[in-house]
């Protein structure tokens, strides 16, 4: 029997029936993998190249799961991909504008500490000098992974089971770990992050930072309070710009955000001009239900607690950075090959068992970080009036 790229490519279809639980299929692999040591190969392909043309194909089946799974992060992230492990830094520059004439060319300059606008240059004349500070934020990317490990009988006795579900598996311990790592830039354990969100960054929504009251419930009076603060304020001498706003809520929150989101419009009564339809002001925002809320934050108010934040982390400075190593941006899926060798000669598959103790083990890494950068776009509140 010869092996061919279009047997490969039957293989490659097997798998997939396998995959999605056709015991047709995954008998008939076995059965293939069990005969290719009796092959007379006749082409480039080695009977050795089996099992690892099947073990590719495999991967690719995982990699397919892993796009295929939604995630959450990519709704309220900017994606700022590193070259490798070390710590990274994302800029900010403050413009120091005081040095600057008071009018230039007949025209008022506009000074406002520490940013503005520049100078009128009439002709030939010098161009006036400002100058400007640097500011960082630290950010960077950690290995994740974990092992599996089962015995030989276990994959006899499970009728390829485990084969059947391993990449599905994998692939979403890999996606959530993307979830959580972003989430965590938001939420701790004892409620909103604290790094991220406080008194001194402006963005608990409280009256001494400029809102209406304090950690108010989820309503549409709130959210726009929240919104409006935020478009209202300046950061390093400029306005801060928001395109789109996000309202990110834990699933206790889905029923009510959608119904706040979702009116097109309110009957007001008004004293004087009596009463008339309004058009809801937040109909236009992005809701993002996050289940990672609950599974990060334990506090007593996680289930009324609601997020405000661009859309994508649009922006020039954005919310969160959410980063992965260019290259290897996907989770990669390896099986243990200390399997010894065939007395024939060839390599024995991962699947038929380690040499020492009959084990099979797979492993799964993955390289992701997140960090919280323009505090100033977001907003929090826990809902708990207080």
């Known amino acids: 029997m010869r092996i061919t790229n279009e047997r490969l490519t039957e293989v490659a279809e097997l798998v997939e029936h396998a995959l999605d639980g056709d015991y ?6 076995k059965n293939q993998i069990r005969n290719a040591i009796h092959l007379d190969v006749e082409e480039s392909h080695s009977t050795s190249d089996f099992p690892t043309a099947l073990k590719a194909i495999t991967n690719i089946a995982f990699l397919e799961q892993y796009e295929q799974i939604q995630s959450v992060y990519p709704q309220y992230t900017r994606q700022y991909n590193v070259n490798n492990l070390r710590p990274q830094a994302f800029y900010s520059l403050a413009f120091d504008n005081s040095n600057l004439p008071d009018q230039n060319g007949g025209q008022t300059t506009v000074k406002q500490s520490p940013s503005g606008g520049i100078p009128l240059v009439p002709e030939l004349t010098e161009f006036p000098t400002i100058s400007f500070v640097a500011s960082e934020t630290s950010f960077g990317v950690s290995k994740y992974g974990a092992r599996v490990n089962f015995s030989f009988e276990m994959l006899l006795n499970d009728e390829w089971g485990v084969l059947e579900t391993l990449p599905n598996q994998l692939a979403q311990l890999a996606r959530n770990q993307e979830d959580i790592v972003a989430t965590e830039v938001l939420a701790s354990v004892t409620g909103p992050d604290a790094v991220f969100f406080n008194n001194t960054n402006k963005n608990l929504i409280n009256t001494t930072n400029g809102f209406k009251s304090n950690n108010p419930a989820l309503t549409v009076d709130a959210v726009v309070d929240a919104t409006s603060v935020i478009r209202g304020r300046m950061y390093n ?3 801060i710009t928001v395109n789109r706003f996000a309202l990110m809520v834990p699933p206790a929150l889905e029923a009510e955000a959608r119904r706040i989101i979702g009116v097109s419009a ?14 809801n002001p937040i109909s236009d925002i992005t809701l993002i239900v996050n289940p990672w809320l609950p599974v990060i934050d334990k506090s007593a108010n996680v289930n009324k607690t609601w997020y405000v934040l661009p859309v994508g982390s649009e922006g020039i400075r954005p919310a969160v950075v959410f980063s992965k190593i260019r290259g290897r941006e996907a989770p990669e899926l390896r099986i243990s090959n200390v399997t010894g060798n065939y007395l024939g000669g060839g390599e024995v598959p991962g699947r038929e068992g380690s040499f020492v103790n009959d084990d099979i083990e797979f492993r799964v890494r993955h390289f992701v970080g997140a960090a919280g950068i323009g505090f100033e776009t977001a907003a929090v509140s ?4 207080a």
């Open 24 to 29: 047709t299929a995954q008998g008939s692999i």
């Open 237 to 239: 001498g400029n306005p």
């Open 266 to 279: 309110f009957q007001i009564t008004d004293p004087v001009n009596g009463v008339y339809m309004s058009a």
């Open 382 to 385: 826990n809902g708990s009036a």
